[in-house]
C-alpha cells in the first residue's frame, strides 16, 4: 500500500498485519530506469526519498566514488596516509597496491554493512567512509579531490551511478502511485550537524521537490538513518507528516512517528526474501 497509507493505519490502529510499504533511497537514475517499469507493470505504489543536491547532475554520490576508487582503482600508490579535519588514516595495501581477479572478486562479495573487511583496501575504503561520513559537504569535496590526487584519477560520473534528471524525477511524480519524500539536498549525517543546518537542508530539499515535481512533500527519510531529536524536531516545526530512519523494526501504533522504522531489503534469492517477510511481519 502507499506509504502515507500505512502511516495513517498505525496511527489510527487499523492497520491490517502484514501490510508492505515500498520505499526508494537517495534518487538514483535506476528508480526511474529499473524500478518504475516494474512497479507500473504490476501497479505496485512506492515512495522516493530523493536528494536533489545532484538531481540533473553528471556527479557520483561520494561514497560511490570512494568505492571505485578504493577498491577497484587499477594501480594504487602503496601507502595511504590521510588526515582529515584531525583525524589521520595511515595504512599500506602491499601487494594489494595492483589490483588483481582475486581481489576484484572478494570486494564484489563483501557486504560492508554486515561484514568485516576482508582485504587492506576493503579496511581503507571502510576507515575513509568512516572519516567523511560526518563532514560537512564542503570539507567531503575537499576530501575527495584529496583521494582523487593521491589514487591519480580524475573526478568522472558513470551513467548507471548518477541522480536522476530533473525530467526523470518530474515525470516519475507524475504517477500518482508514486510518493516523493525529502532526503536532504546534500545527504548529511544531520545528527552531526547543527540544528539550523539541518532546518536548511531538509527544508531547501523539500522547496526543490516541490518545484521539480509539482507536488507537496509529506515525508521525510534520514540520510544513513541518522538522526537526534534536533532533527525529529526539524521534521515536527516544518510540518511533515511523518519521518523514516533505517532502524529495522515494524510500524505499529506505537511506534513514534518521527522515527519509523524500515527494512533494507538487499540482493537476496527468492526464498531468502521470502522468509525475510515472514520474519519481519512477526
Given at each position: 500500500?502507499?506509504?502515507?497509507?500505512?502511516?495513517?493505519?498505525?496511527?489510527?490502529?487499523?492497520?491490517?498485519?502484514?501490510?508492505?510499504?515500498?520505499?526508494?533511497?537517495?534518487?538514483?537514475?535506476?528508480?526511474?530506469?529499473?524500478?518504475?517499469?516494474?512497479?507500473?507493470?504490476?501497479?505496485?505504489?512506492?515512495?522516493?526519498?530523493?536528494?536533489?543536491?545532484?538531481?540533473?547532475?553528471?556527479?557520483?554520490?561520494?561514497?560511490?566514488?570512494?568505492?571505485?576508487?578504493?577498491?577497484?582503482?587499477?594501480?594504487?600508490?602503496?601507502?595511504?596516509?590521510?588526515?582529515?579535519?584531525?583525524?589521520?588514516?595511515?595504512?599500506?595495501?602491499?601487494?594489494?597496491?595492483?589490483?588483481?581477479?582475486?581481489?576484484?572478486?572478494?570486494?564484489?562479495?563483501?557486504?560492508?554493512?554486515?561484514?568485516?573487511?576482508?582485504?587492506?583496501?576493503?579496511?581503507?575504503?571502510?576507515?575513509?567512509?568512516?572519516?567523511?561520513?560526518?563532514?560537512?559537504?564542503?570539507?567531503?569535496?575537499?576530501?575527495?579531490?584529496?583521494?582523487?590526487?593521491?589514487?591519480?584519477?580524475?573526478?568522472?560520473?558513470?551513467?548507471?551511478?548518477?541522480?536522476?534528471?530533473?525530467?526523470?524525477?518530474?515525470?516519475?511524480?507524475?504517477?500518482?502511485?508514486?510518493?516523493?519524500?525529502?532526503?536532504?539536498?546534500?545527504?548529511?549525517?544531520?545528527?552531526?550537524?547543527?540544528?539550523?543546518?539541518?532546518?536548511?537542508?531538509?527544508?531547501?530539499?523539500?522547496?526543490?521537490?516541490?518545484?521539480?515535481?509539482?507536488r507537496e512533500i509529506?515525508?521525510?527519510?534520514?540520510?544513513?538513518?541518522?538522526?537526534?531529536?534536533?532533527?525529529?524536531?526539524?521534521?515536527?516545526?516544518?510540518?511533515?507528516?511523518?519521518?523514516?530512519?533505517?532502524?529495522?523494526?515494524?510500524?505499529?501504533?506505537?511506534?513514534?512517528?518521527?522515527?519509523?522504522?524500515?527494512?533494507?531489503?538487499?540482493?537476496?534469492?527468492?526464498?531468502?526474501?521470502?522468509?525475510?517477510?515472514?520474519?519481519w511481519s512477526h
Amino acid at each position: 500500500m502507499p506509504l502515507p497509507e500505512l502511516i495513517s493505519g498505525a496511527k489510527s490502529g487499523k492497520l491490517r498485519h502484514g501490510s508492505i510499504a515500498i520505499t526508494f533511497d537517495d534518487g538514483y537514475a535506476d528508480n526511474f530506469l529499473v524500478a518504475k517499469p516494474l512497479l507500473e507493470q504490476y501497479s505496485l505504489p512506492a515512495t522516493f526519498f530523493v536528494a536533489t543536491g545532484n538531481i540533473g547532475k553528471a556527479k557520483e554520490f561520494w561514497w560511490d566514488e570512494l568505492e571505485e576508487l578504493i577498491l577497484y582503482g587499477t594501480l594504487l600508490p602503496a601507502l595511504a596516509d590521510f588526515n582529515f579535519c584531525g583525524q589521520t588514516i595511515k595504512r599500506g595495501l602491499g601487494e594489494e597496491a595492483r589490483l588483481h581477479d582475486g581481489l576484484v572478486q572478494k570486494h564484489q562479495l563483501w557486504n560492508a554493512c554486515l561484514e568485516t573487511p576482508v582485504t587492506e583496501r576493503c579496511m581503507l575504503f571502510l576507515e575513509l567512509w568512516q572519516a567523511i561520513k560526518p563532514l560537512p559537504v564542503a570539507s567531503q569535496l575537499q576530501c575527495m579531490q584529496e583521494i582523487r590526487t593521491w589514487a591519480g584519477a580524475s573526478a568522472s560520473a558513470r551513467a548507471d551511478i548518477i541522480s536522476m534528471s530533473v525530467s526523470q524525477l518530474s515525470a516519475l511524480a507524475q504517477n500518482p502511485r508514486f510518493e516523493i519524500g525529502a532526503h536532504t539536498v546534500s545527504h548529511p549525517a544531520l545528527a552531526y550537524h547543527s540544528m539550523e543546518v539541518q532546518k536548511q537542508e531538509i527544508s531547501q530539499n523539500i522547496a526543490e521537490l516541490r518545484t521539480y515535481t509539482g507536488r507537496e512533500i509529506q515525508l521525510l527519510a534520514y540520510p544513513y538513518g541518522n538522526y537526534n531529536y534536533q532533527t525529529e524536531r526539524v521534521a515536527e516545526e516544518i510540518g511533515l507528516f511523518a519521518a523514516l530512519t533505517t532502524e529495522e523494526h515494524a510500524i505499529s501504533k506505537r511506534s513514534p512517528v518521527y522515527r519509523l522504522g524500515r527494512f533494507q531489503v538487499a540482493d537476496w534469492p527468492q526464498e531468502v526474501f521470502a522468509g525475510k517477510l515472514k520474519q519481519w511481519s512477526h
